[in-house]
């Protein structure tokens, strides 16, 4: 096992101006699991091929352990890749397809046998190793794909989008193995995935990309209560978090006549401009009775019932004509207890201490204190 370390790492492919990976630094502790997550075209699955040698730094240089591998072959990177797709191969057995790999660079067969069997009881796949992969489910024809990566016993695993082909149930159960299996087998991960779910749930720290650039790299915590700006805060949570733009007179930002938020000083020596946004996560409202002074009046457009909570999409009502907001509607969660239905209204302020406050001009985050 070994940390990995990129420094300064670039990917320019020939013919285009613009880096596919700019100038990436980060560095991945021995035994972590680090999440790289971004929407598409963001340059997480090329820092990914970078790091296992299937794609070519153009800059910069990466580092397992000590050893720079930026020119080293794959194969001799000491790096198990796991695909999107399984490419098992459909002629050999679950035990074939695992041990492949041993068996290409001489292992003895006593060795394959120990090994397969190892990960085969790690996986839940004993009594699967005579089968073919037609014979198997999708998760199973995953964990194979583990299998065949943890036998090798490498440095480090590069999990590329694995679970991009499961159902919605599925899934949830596989990612959950996969970051207990890394627990328990203590190698050093580097995972890619889109869905900030799956981020938020297995990385012990997750590192967001946008256009091949580092925007934040922090613990799943820390990235949804603290993101540095307007694209890590909209990107990271789901729902994504309501952005109000507003004026800003005098310390507080004016939403709608008697609306006002209170703007934390450092926040106004940072601002760049005339204009603030706030920042407030579907949970930070606060419902309280019509009329409430300083309420935001919200009509609900729709409902979205998960069972132990629900979602309300509203429109705003009432605010001024120079407040705009990031997303058409406004999202307010809901306990279970709370009914609401389209057309009726909701009554709500924000929990100030918990407002995130941004410049809408460079959508750096402001300090709050």
């Keep these: 096992m070994a940390a990995v370390t990129y420094e300064g790492a670039t990917l320019t492919y020939p013919g285009s101006s613009k880096p596919a990976v700019s100038g990436l630094d980060l560095h991945v502790s021995d035994g972590e699991f680090l999440v790289l997550v971004g929407p598409s075209g963001s340059g997480k699955s090329t820092a990914l091929r970078m790091l296992a040698g299937l794609e070519?730094?153009?800059?910069?240089?990466?580092?397992?352990?000590?050893?720079?591998?930026?020119?080293?072959?794959?194969?001799?990177?000491?790096?198990?890749?796991?695909?999107?797709?399984?490419?098992?191969y459909p002629n050999m057995t679950v035990r074939e397809n695992m041990g492949f790999a041993l068996r290409n660079i001489g292992t003895p067969r006593a060795e394959?046998?120990?090994?397969?069997?190892?990960?085969a009881r790690i996986l839940h796949l004993d009594g699967l190793l005579e089968?073919?992969?037609?014979?198997?489910?999708?998760?199973?024809?995953?964990?194979?794909?583990?299998?065949?990566?943890?036998?090798?016993r490498p440095a480090v695993f590069c999990m590329d989008e694995p679970l991009s082909n499961l159902d919605a149930k599925l899934r949830v159960s596989t990612r959950a193995e996969i970051a207990a299996l890394q627990r328990r087998l203590g190698t050093t991960t580097v995972y890619?995935?889109?869905?900030?779910?799956?981020?938020?749930?297995?990385?012990?720290?997750?590192?967001?990309?946008?256009?091949?650039?580092?925007?934040?790299?922090?613990?799943?915590?820390?990235?949804?209560?603290?993101?540095?700006?307007?694209?890590?805060?909209?990107?990271m949570g789901s729902p994504a978090m309501n952005l109000l733009t507003a004026p800003v007179s005098g310390d507080r930002a004016v939403l709608a006549p008697g609306v006002e938020l209170e703007?934390?000083?450092?926040?106004?020596n940072s601002l760049t401009g005339g204009e603030i946004v706030a920042g407030i996560r579907s949970e930070e409202w606060e419902l309280c009775a019509p009329g409430t002074d300083g309420a935001i009046t919200l009509q609900v457009q729709q409902v979205e019932?998960?069972?132990?909570?629900?979602?309300?999409?509203?429109?705003?009502?009432?605010?001024?004509?120079?407040?705009?907001?990031?997303?058409?509607?406004?999202?307010?969660?809901?306990?279970?207890?709370?009914?609401?239905?389209?057309?009726?209204?909701?009554?709500?302020?924000?929990?100030?201490?918990d407002v995130r406050w941004f410049d809408p001009r460079t959508g750096v985050a402001l300090p709050r204190a």
């Design 56 to 88: 070519k730094v153009t800059d910069g240089r990466i580092l397992i352990g000590e050893r720079d591998v930026s020119h080293v072959s794959p194969k001799d990177r000491d790096v198990a890749m796991v695909f999107q797709s399984y490419a098992l």
């Design 112 to 119: 394959i046998h120990e090994r397969v069997t190892e990960a």
């Design 131 to 152: 089968r073919k992969p037609k014979a198997l489910s999708g998760g199973q024809r995953q964990r194979v794909a583990m299998g065949r990566a943890i036998v090798r």
């Design 192 to 235: 890619v995935t889109h869905d900030q779910v799956e981020a938020m749930t297995m990385g012990h720290r997750v590192a967001v990309l946008s256009d091949g650039v580092l925007q934040q790299v922090a613990t799943p915590e820390e990235l949804y209560l603290n993101p540095v700006n307007l694209f890590v805060a909209t990107f």
């Design 263 to 268: 703007v934390p000083r450092a926040a106004l």
């Design 305 to 353: 019932a998960l069972g132990s909570e629900s979602f309300a999409y509203c429109h705003p009502v009432g605010l001024h004509a120079s407040v705009s907001t990031a997303a058409p509607l406004v999202v307010v969660r809901l306990d279970r207890r709370v009914s609401t239905r389209p057309e009726e209204t909701l009554t709500v302020q924000p929990s100030l201490e």
